[in-house]
Structures are given as C-alpha cells and as structure tokens.
C-alpha cells in the first residue's frame, strides 16, 4: 500500500500552544520522512525532514517524532505563531518515489 | 536551502493555446524534477517524473500528449500544456531532486497558476 494518512484535515491552535500533526505510512520500504510547509499561493517549502534510523529530530520549535515500529510520524511545534499559519503536509518516500499526505490546515490563534 | 525557481507566476490563456511553463534549479543540478498539479484546498497530484536527457515518465491518467515535458538541461525542465481548456486551469507546481550525501532531498518550486478562459 502506498498511502500516507495525516490528521487531523484542520487545527486550530492558540498563540504559544503546542500544534501536532500526525502521519501514519504503511510501505516499509519507505526511507525519507520530510514535512512540508505551504502558503497560499506558493509552493511547498521544506520543513524538516528524518529518516528511520532516528526516533526524534529538532529544528528550532519544529521537532518530529518517529516510531518505526508503529509506522506513525508526527510534527510538533512548539510555541506556535500566527505566522506558522500554514498547510502542512507530511509524505513519505524511497528514491523516485514520494507520496503526500491530504495536507493539515493550521490556524494559529494571537 | 536550495532555490527552485518556477516562471511565469501566473498566467491567463484563452482556451486551445498552448502555455510553457519554466522549471529551474538555480544553485544545484538536478538529474530528475517533478511536476506537479495542485487543487483548491488538496495535496499534490504527481504529473511526471522527469529526467535530464532522457523521455519523461507519466502517472496514470496524465496526457502525455496533453502535458508536454522537457529536460533538456541540468537545471531546466519545461511543462507544455497544449491546446489548453478550461478544465487544465489549476496551480502547477514543479521539484527538483537535489542529491546530497544523506540522501536526495526535493525542493519545491513557487508554483504557476494556469487560469485558462
């Protein structure tokens, strides 16, 4: 199965609050985990990223957590900004090969 | 991190033109770009895959006649939408696969919103 599914479809999160978006893949054989950030009108722009072989990556207030076992990612934010407002999507992919997630609509509350 | 740079931002057309739209990696060499289609409040929809010299590869349901693609350089791939109707309007968005030594890392270009009439 080549599905990636991310929930939840929209957030709505107060200023400083925590903002989590999870993902779950079903392919083994993917091997490269990134997270993407849109605004309206622009394209998509690299968050942060992990591969497998690590359970938990930080950049800034972007942390993703992985757990191999259960298939799932996630992305943390901490103290969320209204400037975070964005669509967020996470995929999975191997090589060529990358598969989306249905995109999560953040709205961060000042 | 690395630039993709997409052109034209925008454009309007009338129905059965055909429209170029430009793709470059502006600070690396990419063997293989993507192509991508966007709708309103939904992910991104995989046109092709391209490669630098070579034929592109389609998805399923994509026109290959439809949507010409070009990657005649390192750092340029072409979408040609031809004989463009109203139905193709929508926001296309190209890739560029940068290599590195961790793994290949993709970077996304602006995005060109087609509005066909």
């Known amino acids: 199965q080549q599905q990636v599914k991310q929930s939840p479809q929209s957030l709505i999160v107060q200023k400083g609050g925590i903002s989590i978006i999870n993902c779950a893949y079903e392919?083994?054989?993917?091997?490269?985990f990134p997270w993407y950030q849109q605004f309206p009108g622009k394209g998509p722009a690299l968050l942060i990223a992990i591969r497998p072989d690590v359970s938990e990556k930080k950049e800034g207030r972007f942390t993703i957590s992985f757990n191999k076992s259960a298939k799932q990612f996630s992305l943390h934010i901490m103290d969320s900004q209204p400037g975070d407002s964005a669509t967020y999507f996470c995929?999975?992919?191997?090589?060529?090969?990358?598969?989306f997630g249905a995109g999560t609509r953040l709205f961060v509350k000042a | 991190g690395a630039v993709v740079s997409q052109h034209p931002s925008w454009v309007i057309c009338k129905s059965g033109t055909s429209v170029k739209i430009e793709c470059r990696s502006l600070d690396f060499q990419a063997t293989t770009m993507f192509w991508y289609r966007q709708f309103p409040k939904q992910s991104l929809m995989l046109m092709a895959t391209s490669n630098e010299g070579s034929k592109a590869t389609y998805e399923q349901g994509v026109e290959k006649d439809k949507f010409l693609i070009n990657h005649a350089s390192l750092t340029l791939s072409t979408l040609t939408v031809t004989s463009a109707h109203p139905e193709d309007s929508s926001f296309y968005i190209c890739?560029?696969?940068?290599?590195?030594?961790?793994?290949?890392?993709?970077?996304f270009g602006p995005g060109t919103r087609l509005t066909v009439l």
């Open positions: 392919n083994t054989a993917f091997d490269y």
């Open positions: 890739s560029a696969l940068r290599p590195g030594a961790g793994g290949d890392t993709q970077y």
């Open positions: 995929a999975a992919s191997r090589g060529f090969k990358t598969i």
